[in-house]
């Protein structure tokens, strides 16, 4: 399904609204609807039993999202969360320099793709595009354009050149998609964190940062979480919680927001022990992707060759968004630079005595984190689609079909009367539905035709329909309609649970 049609869909079936809507909306802020909030609980949900209740090592906590300004000094966002900023002085846009370079970048490799699917259409079968990418002359001329602009990009970024940041965008023409002018300011830094001020302090003295990733409350928690549970390294701490950051072009729906949930795990580590755990947890955390039945060619790692003040290593797990392969979740080798860093900034110790060597150490920490909301599009992405399938005369019609793991789904099983107008149906429907949402999150539906009620549980993501009708009247049995196969099943009312429950449990992803 394309993008757009995909954002009308969660906003007509209750996944997302723009916040403020009626005041014409919040830029970049977004709010979970009925079914969102449920299907983003059971992603956390899985992230949360994964990672914490499956780990005898790891344990999770819940820090404030307002911390000491010092936080953020130690930990280099005062300093360094900055991003390039430039303006366009006739269209008052603002954009991201390092993102108008990468656009300048996909053009060229644009017309390269254009270039191959005519000679795709020409040599049909025979055509070999390696070989066309490395002899033709014009795509190998484009190719070099784009790695000078890439790699001239990333040491710009590393050394935090603002100067030749604008000289590219001069140098390359780049023009500003609204106005269509070159007529830029210089570029500078942009600091991403929100700030607010303390109610009983005036001036810089009270002045409060929204936390920009949650880490940091983890950090700060160190040595509480480790005397207070008696873990040895190697352990980790985990929290979910809301991030905050001010971003100059939020855009892609809920992909780049600025407010949003993360879900970030800190593994204290032996020094020395880095490369092993980065390797560890980057292959555990593919598997937790694979888990949902994501398809490999779906992920995969990228590398950065750009790395944020923090990391010594990092990788991004992407995922194949509609609008390409883009960051889903990051694993970074952080070293000892926060703990370090906050030890120096507060004077107190955040070191631990390893038994085994007999020596205190500042611990390093290899970290993961995955943005709540990312994993939800990309749940949405990868599940939403449009489907031909018999009507009920056997003819094809079309239907739209969210194929969520069933441990994500938001409704697990619809309970339909066959009919609303009788009252010994709808009285075996409700007391079917109030035994089985003791154990799932369940919905009763008696409202339309029983075909189109089916169809508005396949837009949500329900993956067992429980039709009551005049057999259940003289049997006691019903139908379940799998989401997926379409068969319907005949059970005893008694079995309805352990049938809905033999898909829907989370352990299904968990052994
Ligand atoms: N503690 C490390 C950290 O915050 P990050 O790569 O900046 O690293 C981690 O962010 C994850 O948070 C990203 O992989 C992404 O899924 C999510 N994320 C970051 N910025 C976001 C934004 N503006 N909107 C939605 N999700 C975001």
Not at 386 to 407: F, I, N, W
């Amino acid at each position: 399904m394309d993008f757009k049609n995909l954002i009308a869909h969660c906003k007509e079936y209750g996944f997302i609204f723009q916040s403020s809507e009626i005041y014409d909306g919040l830029s970049a802020v977004y709010d979970y609807g009925p079914y969102g909030v449920e299907l983003k609980n059971n992603i956390k949900s899985y992230w949360w039993k994964s990672m914490v209740q499956m780990h005898e090592n790891i344990v999770g906590i819940d820090a404030a999202i307002f911390m000491h300004p010092k936080t953020w000094k130690a930990s280099g966002h005062v300093d360094a969360f900055n991003d390039p900023l430039v303006d366009n002085k006739d269209s008052k846009k603002r954009y991201r320099a390092d993102q108008l370079i990468e656009g300048y970048a996909e053009k060229i490799e644009a017309k390269t793709l254009k270039d191959i699917e005519k000679a795709k259409s020409r040599f049909g079968d025979a055509f070999d595009e390696k070989q066309f990418r490395e002899t033709n002359d014009r795509i190998i001329e484009r190719q070099k354009q784009i790695d000078d602009a890439l790699g001239r990009l990333a040491q710009a970024m590393t050394a935090g050149d603002m100067d030749d940041l604008k000289a590219m965008i001069d140098e390359y023409e780049i023009v500003c998609p609204e106005s269509g002018s070159r007529n830029w300011t210089e570029v500078r830094q942009f600091n991403l964190m929100f700030n607010t001020q303390l109610g009983n302090i005036a001036g810089e003295e009270g002045k409060l940062y929204l936390r920009p990733e949650t880490a940091q409350g983890i950090f700060v928690n160190f040595l509480n979480v480790q005397k207070s549970t008696r873990q040895k390294i190697p352990f980790g701490i985990a929290q979910i919680g809301k991030a905050f950051r001010n971003e100059i072009v939020a855009r892609q729906f809920i992909f780049r927001m600025r407010e949003f949930e993360q879900m970030e795990m800190q593994f204290f580590i032996r020094p020395g022990s880095q490369d092993e755990w980065y390797q560890y947890w980057k292959e555990t955390r593919l598997k937790w992707h694979k888990a949902l039945g994501t398809s490999g060619d779906k992920l995969r790692f990228h590398d950065h060759a750009n790395l944020a003040h923090y990391a010594k290593a990092a990788v991004d797990i992407e995922f194949e968004f509609p609008f390409g392969f883009k960051e889903l979740e990051g694993i970074h080798s952080r070293g000892d630079f926060d703990l370090s860093q906050h030890q120096e900034l507060s004077g107190k110790k955040l070191q631990y005595f390893d038994p085994e060597l007999n020596e205190n150490y500042v611990p390093f920490v290899i970290e993961t984190s995955i943005g709540c909301d990312r994993m939800f599009l990309a749940m949405i992405a990868n599940n939403l689609v449009e489907e031909k399938v018999p009507d009920a005369d056997g003819a094809d019609s079309v239907r739209t079909v969210l194929k969520l793991h069933p441990a994500l789904a938001p409704v697990k099983v619809a309970v339909l009367p066959l009919l609303k107008n009788k009252e010994e149906l709808t009285k075996a429907a409700t007391d079917i539905y109030d035994k089985l949402k003791l154990s799932f999150n369940c919905q009763y539906d008696e409202k339309d035709a029983i075909g189109r009620r089916y169809r508005r549980q396949d837009a949500i993501g329900t993956p067992y329909c429980v039709t009551i009708d005049f057999e259940t009247l003289e049997n006691g049995t019903v139908t379940i309609r799998d989401r997926d196969t379409l068969e319907q099943q005949r059970v005893k009312i008694e079995d309805i649970k352990s049938v809905v429950e033999g898909r829907v449990s989370m352990e299904n992803l968990l052994v």
